[in-house]
Each structure stands twice: as C-alpha cells, then as structure tokens.
C-alpha cells in the first residue's frame, strides 16, 4: 500500500479526498493548513474527521496564516463557517499533535525517504515553510500531487485568473513550484470537467454508511452555493487530485510545462502562468493533468462513501 501524506485545509472536498485516501490505503499524516476556513476550524474538522473513520492518523497543526500577505477572501462563503457546512458536529475526542506540521513533513518524510506521496489539497504554506527550513525535502518524496491552480485562466477566486488555494497564498506556491522537480498538478479547470451528474451523487450519500450521511450533511452549503452558481453537477476539486495521488494510471490526457506563480499583478496576482508554448525555457515542473477516466473516479468516490 502506498502511504500518503495529505496537507489540507479541511473543507468538504478535502473531507471526500481523506475518505477516498483511508478507504483506498494508509494515511503517515494530516497536515493542516489555513485556508477555506481559519486554522482552528481546519484542524478541527481534520480531528472530526479521523474519528468519523475511527482511524488514528496523526494530525498536525500549520501555520495560521500565509507566509507574505493576508489573503482577501477565504472560501466560507462554499463550505460554511466553520468549513463543514455549519452542520454543528460536536467536539471530536481525536487530538492533534503538539509538532508543527511544517516540521512533521520534515520528519516524517527523513523517516521514510522516498516512500511517501504528498499530497497538496489546500494553501502551499505548510510545505513551502518545510521546503525552506530543509531544502533536501523534495528529493525524499516519492511523489508531490497539487490540487491547485487554473491553468488557462479561468480560477475561482475574486481575482479572475487565479484558483483558490493558490490565490490564498502565492509566496509559498511560488516557493513549492520553484522547488520540486516535477509534480501533479490537477487544477480548478480540471475539476470542472469532471463533474458527475446529480442523480449519481444523490446515490452515494443516500448510502446506509456513516460516512455517506456525513458527507451529504457537510456538502449541503456547497451545493447551494453551486447551484446558484450554474455550476452543474457534483464537483469535488481535492477528491479529484486524490484520485491521481491514488491511481496514477487513471490520468488519460495529461501535458508536462514549466508553471510559474504570478506574484504581482495588478489583476492576476497568485496566478499560474503555464508556458504553454515553451517560449521562456523554463524547467517543466509539472505535469498537468487534463483529463482522467471518470468511471474509475467515480469508483472510488463510490467506495470512500461506503455506497
Ligand atoms: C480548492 O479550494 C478549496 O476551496 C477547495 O478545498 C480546493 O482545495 C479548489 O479551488
Ligand atoms: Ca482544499
């Protein structure tokens, strides 16, 4: 079994992501981040969510905070306040670690060199600090898979061009993609591409699994927002880059560039800027992921939620 390495900023499609990693192989860790909600409510739902698994998978808390700017947005207004729908689970019995998570990816990473796949589902604030504190970092993981960007431009933040968890914090995307050799990186475009239909999702959280009714109570805010969006059918960004960290032969169409972080801009700042042309000679640095079998997706999203 391939044991991964999650930093996340739990969120509900972080939520599907975890399930997918726990029901499919071993988890090393949770290392949370800031990001769709402040760090108390992430980690929070990060222990919420080992007992709902009724695992014992570490968690360790990030950084409360990007490295340089304080962000304008989060992302409360999908996944509720408190990141999980505003559902009001009670205090999870779960603890967290005391380590910092920047300093558990250090660790853990010298304790099993090159055995590990990270992966990357929120802001890149925890692991671009780990990367400055030790520059070795990126040669002991086996793989880096990133749940971030929008690789022509069409993001979903306030900032047009930019995606999320990269807009949330550019200094430390910057840092990462400037880092690691080559990664994953499944973007926002990505996600919308492989949407599922309606009647397909309503199927899996109708499933008599205590994981399939929570996920169903945790999603309810942000499929409204959805909804009300025109975004059609059942979207889950982080559960989407699990399925490659997972099951790399699942990517169908994928192209492999050089990707840099826009880190000014008076419009694009935490873009990302993919030559996709080849005209800078930059390094390819990740392996952009375009297109992957949806039935296989689908299969293990299926299996994470017990239906
Ligand atoms: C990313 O941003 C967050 O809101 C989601 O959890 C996901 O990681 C999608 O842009
Ligand atoms: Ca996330």
């Known amino acids: ?8 900023d739990p969120g509900v499609d972080d939520a599907l992501a975890i399930l997918m990693a726990h029901a499919h192989t071993d988890v090393a860790a949770l290392t949370v981040a800031a990001g769709n909600v402040g760090l108390g409510h992430t980690v929070r739902n990060a222990r919420t969510l080992v007992d709902l698994i009724g695992a014992t998978t570490p968690v360790f808390a990030g950084c409360p905070s990007p490295l340089v700017r304080t962000p304008e947005e989060d ?19 779960h603890r967290a ?20 796949t990270l992966v990357a589902l929120g ?8 990367v400055r504190l030790d520059p070795s970092l990126p040669e002991r993981v086996k793989r880096l898979v990133i749940m971030g960007g929008a690789v022509t431009g069409r993001g979903n933040t306030g900032k047009v061009p930019a995606e999320f968890n ?21 973007d926002w475009e990505a996600t919308v591409r492989h949407a599922f239909p309606d009647a397909l999702y309503d199927g899996w959280v109708a499933a008599d699994d205590a ?16 909804a009300k969006h025109e975004r059609e059918g059942f979207i889950a960004a982080d559960a989407l880059a699990m399925a490659v960290a997972l099951d790399p032969g699942i990517v ?9 972080i826009e880190l ?35 299969e293990m999203i299926r299996q994470a939620l017990g239906a």
């Open 1 to 8: 079994r391939l044991p991964l390495l999650i930093d996340t």
């Open 75 to 93: 992302a409360a207004f999908v996944h509720g306040a408190d990141g999980f729908g505003d559902v009001g689970f009670p205090e999870p019995r």
């Open 97 to 116: 670690e005391a380590e910092h998570a920047a300093l558990a990816l250090i660790r853990l990473t010298r304790e099993h060199p090159g055995e590990l």
């Open 123 to 130: 802001p890149l604030t925890n692991l671009a600090l780990a």
């Open 166 to 186: 990269i807009g949330f914090d550019p200094e430390a995307a910057h840092v990462v993609f400037e880092a690691f050799p080559l990664f994953d990186l499944v």
């Open 211 to 226: 994981r399939a009714r929570f996920f169903g109570q945790i999603f309810a805010t942000a499929r409204r927002f959805n």
């Open 252 to 260: 169908t169409r994928a192209e492999t560039r050089h990707v840099a």
């Open 264 to 298: 000014d801009g008076r419009l694009t700042r935490g873009a990302t800027v993919v030559d996709w042309q080849d005209r800078l000679g930059g390094r390819p640095n990740a392996r952009i992921v375009l297109e992957v079998d949806q039935a296989r997706f689908g």
